[in-house]
DNA sequence: GGGTCATTTAAGTATATACATTATTGAGTC
DNA sequence: GACTCAATAATGTATATACTTAAATGACCC
């Protein structure tokens, strides 16, 4: 979702007042709110135009119409937040620490039961990876990455040690989906020893897969010290 | 964002043509699609039909257009996620388990030091609650949470042993805006006894902030314990 | 070469209009 | 009262048209 620009526009005019009644508490969810005849008089505009704004606020979420019956104000989308994760280069670069990444295996093989299960294949040959992220020469995350080469044969050439793999995927490789798993787990010795935290210590376990259409694409587990660490979700309507 | 419908209007036809060819990689990041005029041309339709499709897409964040230049496929969104952060009840129950609520503690009171904090009110009252929640007898989640009584003074008289506080707040307090903090810790003792767990297990932390407009409405810290919590995020493009 | 400025092009906004679709309403009938 | 069905009122879709706006382009001049 993107967010209307500040315009004049008579359609956005008409749109944030609907929006502000919203945010208001003026119009609770389920009400029923005027027609467009009735804010086409209001305004002294065409309907196309009633039209345009609230087209623009069904496909946002905020109302929900229904023909014959009219408009009316949705109820709010339970808990559904945009959650950035971040490029974690990019993550470090934007507080302004040096980044550097250290590449501990590399290794191309053909799947093996453990990969297959992770990246959700049935076969082929991938490209796994094993690295950990520093910023300002301290341990940030660890990362085990697999790289499906039947979808991204280029990967096999790339020098990973230079840039990190979950940048040069971004750039390089258009995706249509994600998934995210987020939990918590105990750090072991050789987690604690790469991070440079106390064993047992809790630690964020971030785990993504990524498809394009059909194709899996990668999956990524990416563990992150508890105490540094932060995800954050924002949501506004 | 909602999902358009499987609609045959020209229009989501003109639409669904679009995105398969940013989805195929057919057009990629950055390039040009081509103008109003060819679209209207090539499916012999006005100009602001192809024009709805487009709005649309831009809507959504898949094309960027700029004046004169023409229209372009957006870079894809870095990694922005709908995370559903459901109400803890709903999600019980939805696997078929038996909720069950313990209100540990209720405590109306003038907001102390770390309540501002928390809350980030500067003054005023509020009910202080602690609560367990069980998943078929297990303990599921333990829950601190603060209501600003000034943005919600109908809390004061509900019975929150009855009705958890984040279902009675989804459903009856309108919100616009919140956010979502989410990390690990190791649990302490209390943490520890109040989840069936072992000391020093790694939970996961999840702390939300709820606003309408400027009012804060409620602040709550939810503990899982790691290994028998994952929160999901999931993006498609 | 490099700066200036008018031209042009593509999107942005808005209107008026027409017809389609569909859930509701209400009148008429059994 | 309960069912049927037509009228109605709301949104949904589509067109043709006109003017506005802003940036890329290219011509011109220094």
Redesign the pocket.
Known sequence: MTRP?E?T????RIRRDMESRIMSGQWRPGERIP???EWMESY??????V??A??AL?QSGLLE???????FVAAPRFHRAALEIPDIRAEVEGQGLAYRLELIGRDRRKATAEDKVLLRVSSGELLALECRHFARDLPYALEHRLINLAAVPEAATVDFSAEPPGSWLLGHVPWTEAEHRITAVNADPAMAKGLGISENAACVALERWTWRGNERITYARQLYPGDRYALVAHFHA
Not at 9 to 12: F, G, I, K, M, R
Not at 44 to 49: E, H, L, P
Not at 65 to 71: D, E, F, V
């Open positions: 620009p315009s526009a008579l359609h956005n027609t467009e005849q002294g505009c065409s309907r196309m135009t039209n345009k609230l087209r069904v119409s229904r023909k014959r019956a009219g408009t």
